[in-house]
Every structure is written in structure tokens, then in C-alpha cells.
């Protein structure tokens, strides 16, 4: 196995390694290339004949369809220490054959996805929404890298396949337990976050953001709690303010805290963010999921796309800002890169100058960060 691992550069040996390759081995002397069979998924449309392509490449080396059945049963054994070691064969090499290699370890575990889905009784159209998102990253892997690939995206698309994430209209629903160190309350449908254990830069970005990294003058935002009231560093417009904020419990109810299952909402690229359609998006994505999955305490999102800089930027109401306005927002510890990904579809790295603003947003965003400015993002919590 040494020289099976040195081949496709994967350089951390995982102690179930073993368990999996005698098991893909055995796969192949059973099934030949039939993890290869992509077709029969129904998954992809406009790609099928560069996968097509792409797979015969694979095929000419057993190796690599070896591959395909060890990663697949890391996968299917939900050992994520494996499969971050697997995700990204020869990494190093600029060939969409190995970048996309790992898809059909993704395909294989399809069949089971879709059961568990039936099982709960998800409704068919939004299986065959939830299945599209296979292609949709491979579109984004695409942009990004100008070759087919699916590599850097793996263990995002393991939410697929362990049914945490559903697509419904124009967003992808995951179904997960909040992890955050802000705690939410509610009085009379108003939110209110109050912070825990949190360091903030003097600016109220938090501490270790980019441009946020100087400790000078650095605050700890967290919560005080006695029989009357919670007690906590304020929050406004996704900014902590260096000042207390009391929440008396005669009017406020604490609804989220760490631990509590939530829908994090996601936004795939593509598409408009039209206000009456999204909200009958989120409305049916409720549903959905409180039927079909249960427990669901709130709603949670985090993006640039809620940073609260953005409405100033555009100096109007968008279909976007109505959006973002749709949750209680705070500050969310982020390097600014995924508006260099997500509007530009380019390099964190990429001179401000040379950014291609294809848009009047783009612009705009091209024109706040030339003048210094940074697009941190924002979390943001609904009930």
C-alpha cells in the first residue's frame, strides 16, 4: 500500500488505511469499473461527455479505479480523518483525471442517499434538486480552476451524502447543530445575541480577522447571568460595542445557544435572489424539514453575502439586502477571501486592480475594497 499511497501524493497514512484498500481491492476484482458508471445516476447533463471523457481516462489505469473504491469506503464508513487524507489525489499535478476522481467515490454512495431521503419522505423534486448540486460544484470547481474537478470540495459534498443537506428552490438547507459562542434570546419576535467567551478587536470585527490581528485596545464580550437578567457586550449591525447590554428574563426568553439543532442556510452560486421566490423557498424548506428531519430550533446563516457593509456599499435596497435583513447579524472571524471566489471568481491573491467587475455590484465591491475596505461577512440567526 506504501507505493499505491506515494503514487497519488497522499502523505498521511490514517490507521483504517489498511481495512479500506484490502476492501477496494476486493471491490475491483468483484465489480471491475462499475464505481466508474456514471451515467447511470441520471446526475449530470452538460458535462456528460467531458465526464465521459474524463472517465476512460481514469479507466486506462486500474489504480485509479482502486482509488475510487478506497475512498468510496472511507466514505461509506463516514471516517473523515480518511477521507481528507483521500480527497485530494496528487494534488500537486494540475490534471482534471485526478481532481475529478474522487466524484465517483461521491456517485457511488448515491443510491443510499437517495433511500435515507425516500425514507424520511422528502418529496422527489427536491431529491432531484438536492442530486443537480453534484454538477453545480462541479461547475464551481470549473470556474474557479478552468479544468473538471470536485477534489477541494469533498468533505463539503459529505454533507450530501450523510443526508445533512437538502436543496430546496434557491438554497441549499443543512440541517446541523449550532456551534457558536453567541447565545440568542427573543422578546416579542425581536432577537437579541450576546456573546460568549469572545475576543473582539477594538473595531468590533473579532479578533484575528483580517486587518483585525493588533490586541491593542482588544475586549472580551461575555455573559453574566442572575436570577433577574443576562447580561452581555452589545451588538449592533454585526459590530460588538465595547458596552453592556442587560436582558431582563421577565422579557426575554433565551431561544439558541450552542448545541441546539438548526437550518444553516447556504446560497449556491447561480441564480437571482428574488424576494417572493425565496420566501417560498424558506417557507417549504421549513416545512420539509421539521416533517422530515425534526428538532429544528432556528435558522442560521453565515456569508459575506449579510455583511452589512454591502446595503452602504450599493446605497439601495436590493432583492440581497432584503435578504440579510431577514437575521439578527454578528461578527464572524473571516480572512475576506470568499468575495474574491464568490463575485470575482479569482484569487484571494489577485491584484485589486486587475479584479474583473463583470457588474454594477462588482463594481462596487471592486471600488469599496480598492479604497482599502474589506468584505468580512457576517453570521445571522432567525427563528
Known amino acids: 500500500m506504501e507505493n499505491f499511497l506515494k503514487k497519488f501524493d497522499i502523505s498521511t497514512k490514517v490507521e483504517t488505511f489498511d481495512k479500506y484498500f484490502e476492501g477496494a481491492k476486493k471491490?475491483?476484482?468483484?465489480?471491475?469499473?462499475d464505481i466508474l458508471d456514471f451515467e447511470r445516476y441520471s446526475i449530470f447533463t452538460y458535462m456528460k461527455d467531458d465526464i465521459a471523457r474524463i472517465r476512460d481516462e481514469v479507466a486506462k489505469d486500474k489504480d485509479n479505479v482502486i482509488y475510487a473504491y478506497f475512498l468510496y469506503l472511507a466514505m461509506e464508513a463516514r471516517d473523515n480523518p480518511?477521507?481528507?487524507?483521500?480527497?485530494?489525489?496528487?494534488?500537486?499535478?494540475?490534471?482534471?483525471?485526478?481532481?475529478?476522481?474522487?466524484?465517483?467515490?461521491?456517485?457511488?454512495?448515491?443510491?443510499a442517499l437517495v433511500k435515507e431521503l425516500r425514507t424520511r419522505g422528502v418529496p422527489e423534486d427536491i431529491i432531484d434538486a438536492t442530486l443537480n448540486m453534484y454538477?453545480?460544484?462541479?461547475?464551481?470547481?470549473?470556474?474557479?480552476?478552468?479544468?473538471?474537478?470536485?477534489?477541494?470540495?469533498?468533505?463539503?459534498?459529505?454533507?450530501?451524502?450523510?443526508?445533512?443537506?437538502?436543496?430546496?428552490?434557491?438554497?441549499n438547507f443543512?440541517?446541523?447543530?449550532?456551534?457558536?459562542?453567541?447565545?440568542?434570546?427573543?422578546?416579542?419576535?425581536?432577537?437579541?445575541?450576546?456573546?460568549?467567551?469572545?475576543?473582539?478587536?477594538?473595531?468590533g470585527q473579532i479578533l484575528g480577522s483580517i486587518d483585525c490581528e493588533d490586541e491593542e485596545g482588544s475586549f472580551v464580550g461575555d455573559i453574566v447571568e442572575t436570577d433577574e437578567y443576562y447580561e452581555g457586550i452589545l451588538i449592533e449591525n454585526a459590530i460588538a460595542k465595547n458596552e453592556k447590554r442587560r436582558l431582563y428574563k421577565s422579557e426575554w426568553k433565551k431561544v439558541?445557544?450552542?448545541?441546539?439543532?438548526?437550518?444553516?442556510?447556504?446560497?449556491?452560486?447561480?441564480?437571482?435572489?428574488?424576494?417572493?421566490?425565496c420566501e417560498i423557498d424558506i417557507q417549504r424548506g421549513k416545512k420539509v424539514i421539521n416533517e422530515c428531519f425534526g428538532g429544528?430550533?432556528?435558522?442560521?446563516?453565515?456569508?459575506?453575502?449579510?455583511?452589512?457593509?454591502?446595503?452602504?456599499?450599493?446605497?439601495?435596497?436590493?432583492?440581497?439586502?432584503?435578504?440579510?435583513?431577514?437575521?439578527?447579524?454578528?461578527?464572524?472571524?473571516?480572512?475576506?477571501?470568499?468575495?474574491?471566489?464568490?463575485?470575482f471568481v479569482c484569487s484571494p491573491d489577485t491584484p485589486l486592480e486587475e479584479l474583473p467587475a463583470k457588474s454594477s455590484f462588482a463594481q462596487a465591491i471592486k471600488d469599496h475594497l480598492l479604497k482599502g475596505g474589506r468584505i468580512w461577512g457576517a453570521q445571522g440567526v432567525a427563528l
Open 27 to 33: 471491490l475491483y476484482a468483484e465489480k471491475g469499473n
Open 82 to 111: 480518511a477521507i481528507k487524507a483521500l480527497s485530494c489525489p496528487n494534488k500537486k499535478m494540475e490534471d482534471e483525471k485526478y481532481d475529478f476522481l474522487p466524484m465517483f467515490s461521491l456517485l457511488y454512495c448515491v443510491p
Open 296 to 343: 429544528i430550533k432556528g435558522f442560521f446563516c453565515l456569508t459575506w453575502l449579510i455583511d452589512p457593509q454591502i446595503k452602504q456599499i450599493m446605497g439601495r435596497e436590493t432583492n440581497l439586502t432584503k435578504f440579510a435583513d431577514r437575521f439578527e447579524k454578528f461578527p464572524l472571524k473571516s480572512q475576506g477571501h470568499d468575495v474574491f471566489e464568490y463575485v
Open 135 to 171: 454538477e453545480n460544484q462541479t461547475q464551481d470547481f470549473v470556474d474557479l480552476y478552468h479544468r473538471y474537478g470536485i477534489s477541494i470540495y469533498v468533505s463539503w459534498m459529505m454533507k450530501f451524502v450523510k443526508c445533512e443537506i437538502i436543496r430546496v428552490g434557491r438554497f
Open 174 to 203: 443543512e440541517i446541523c447543530n449550532y456551534s457558536k459562542d453567541f447565545d440568542v434570546f427573543e422578546k416579542d419576535g425581536q432577537l437579541a445575541v450576546l456573546p460568549k467567551g469572545v475576543t473582539f478587536h477594538r473595531s
Open 256 to 277: 439558541l445557544t450552542k448545541g441546539d439543532r438548526v437550518i444553516n442556510y447556504h446560497i449556491p452560486t447561480g441564480g437571482k435572489l428574488d424576494h417572493d421566490a
